[in-house]
């Protein structure tokens, strides 16, 4: 019986991405031959079972910022994780700041520590101004370094981003598993293939490296294309999206909506990603969730798993993200006279459930 503990600093209550793509892998693998428990962060200390998985939370209040609550919480997790630390032997954890918690103490425990990184995080820290300096960029490279060699398994979402490890610490090239952000087969709930307009849709976060501004500055050329469209912007962000895409009109609705599990088929899906080599390396949730509805992808160059899937399956149109808004309306219309009613499907080694397998094969051969 392999007793795994899933781990991470976030609220899934919270955070859509960290629930679909940490809990629903944690539910996928639950067997006769596994216990599985979930240790996150919630509103409040907790310890609760739902659909045959243990879940132990420790209290959070504070996001983003530094105070007396923050510090509060982090000690107070210790204190629930060392209970938990000896009643498992595989912890799985997800992204750099849980392993950077709490990996150090497994690893001294002698328990399996398999760390499934989502990305880069000090690069996305650089990139996106929070950090600055050389000195630091060195410290946080020496602690990531650290980080890959106190782990058993490495889990990277791309070839790239494998390969930026395997540079780093070339030790550890055996111990590294990509498995990309795979989207679960759902049932198509409705699809708007069969109208006159150009429906375009928007999934996720209005945070800046997702390019809300772009999206709308390409929707407002197509206005003055000629080009009959609706954008259905789901976001959890109303406020900053009524903010950014009002200026649409009627051209426009925002709403809130679980795309990932209720799926709709529309034209195309903006996945535009700006930024430096943690965009680069990166796989967006969503690229794959819009394939699996059938819908094509419009996507920027710049990510390179992105521009490779796009051009090899013709998942849709891949577009220099420093284009002009204009040019990019104008790729946009040139496409759809050919490929607008054009249906996508999803190929088998992409799609969540092998991503789970994967992962189900590695905590076999630990």
Not at 107 to 127: A, M, P, S, V, Y
Not at 140 to 149: N, P, T
Not at 260 to 289: A, M, Q, T, W
Request: net charge positive.
């Amino acid at each position: 019986m392999k007793r795994i503990l899933f781990l991470t600093h976030e609220n899934l209550d919270k955070t859509a991405v960290s629930k679909a793509m940490f809990e629903d892998i944690a539910h996928n693998l639950k067997s006769n031959r596994t216990t599985i428990t979930i240790f996150s962060a919630s509103d409040k200390k907790s310890e609760k079972e739902k659909e045959g998985i243990k879940y132990v939370t420790f209290k959070r209040t504070s996001y983003g910022a530094m105070s007396f609550s923050a510090l509060s919480s982090l000690i107070n997790s210790y204190f629930i994780f060392i209970k938990v630390l000896t009643k498992n032997d595989i912890f799985f954890y997800r992204s750099y700041p849980t392993i950077l918690m709490f990996g150090w103490l497994s690893w001294i425990c002698g328990k399996k520590n398999i760390f499934d990184t989502r990305g880069l995080f000090f690069e996305e820290l650089f990139d996106s101004g929070k950090i600055n300096g050389r000195f630091l960029r060195f410290v946080f490279r020496q602690i990531e370094k650290g980080l890959l060699k106190i782990s058993h398994s490495i889990i990277a979402v791309t070839e790239a981003q494998a390969n930026y490890y395997k540079m780093i610490v070339p030790s550890i090239k055996s111990n590294i598993l990509v498995n990309p952000n795979g989207a679960p087969q759902r049932t198509i709930i409705s699809s708007k293939m069969n109208s006159e307009k150009l429906e375009l849709v928007y999934v996720g976060s209005l945070v800046k490296w997702h390019s809300p501004e772009l999206v709308k500055d390409v929707c407002v050329n197509l206005i003055i294309l000629g080009v009959d469209f609706h954008l259905t912007v789901f976001t959890k962000d109303l406020n900053k999206a009524f903010d950014v895409f009002s200026v649409l009109g009627d051209n426009v609705t925002i709403q809130t909506h679980d795309y990932r599990n209720k799926p709709i088929r529309f034209h195309y899906g903006f996945c535009f990603i700006s930024g430096g080599l943690s965009k680069d390396v990166c796989f967006p949730v969503k690229f794959l969730e819009y394939v699996q509805s059938g819908t094509k992808v419009i996507g920027s160059s710049n990510v390179k798993i992105v521009n490779s899937l796009i051009n090899e399956f013709n998942f849709g149109i891949s577009v220099p993200i420093d284009s002009s808004s204009y040019e990019l309306a104008k790729k946009l219309k040139d496409d759809c006279t050919k490929n607008k009613n054009r249906v996508i499907s999803i190929p088998e080694n992409l799609t969540f459930e092998q991503q789970s397998n994967n992962i189900k094969t590695l905590l076999e051969s630990l």
